[in-house]
Nanobody, 122 residues
Framework: QVQLVESGGGLVQPGGSLTLSCTAA????????MGWYRQAPGEQRALVAT???????NYGDSVKGRFTISRGNTKYTVSLQMTNLQPEDTAVYYC????????????????WGQGSQVTVSS
């Protein structure tokens, strides 16, 4: 079984920065895509950023130029560096992994983290 462990959420003032990290834990053979989505109260979950195993990156339109997704120190860790945060970035941020294969060849189409609250407020 693969789990996504998130860290780094919190409260920040407008214009500030935060970094979220996500590590996939378990006996992993491969993960095709890892990334971040967010959900604000009353809204649907939306794309923030994704990175494929071939390092192809995609950003949601609202975060382009402000957020950066990257690989961490291990193969199945991703970080999301968020700068110039604004109140509209307030949401629960979820780590996501797509097409996960374990070492015993069990496959999951999609795995989600538990969610990390990011609040931008003065």
């Amino acid at each position: 079984q693969v789990q996504l462990v998130e860290s780094g959420g919190g409260l920040v003032q407008p214009g500030g920065s935060l970094t979220l990290s996500c590590t996939a834990a378990g006996s992993i053979r491969n993960i095709d895509v890892m990334g971040w989505y967010r959900q604000a109260p009353g809204e649907q979950r939306a794309l923030v950023a994704t990175i494929t195993r071939n390092e192809r990156i995609n950003y949601g339109d609202s975060v382009k130029g402000r957020f950066t997704i990257s690989r961490g120190n291990t193969k199945y860790t991703v970080s999301l560096q968020m700068t110039n945060l604004q109140p509209e970035d307030t949401a629960v941020y979820y780590c996501n992994a797509v097409r996960v294969t374990t070492t015993d060849f069990r496959r999951s189409l999609e795995v989600w983290g538990q969610g990390s609250q990011v609040t931008v407020s003065s």
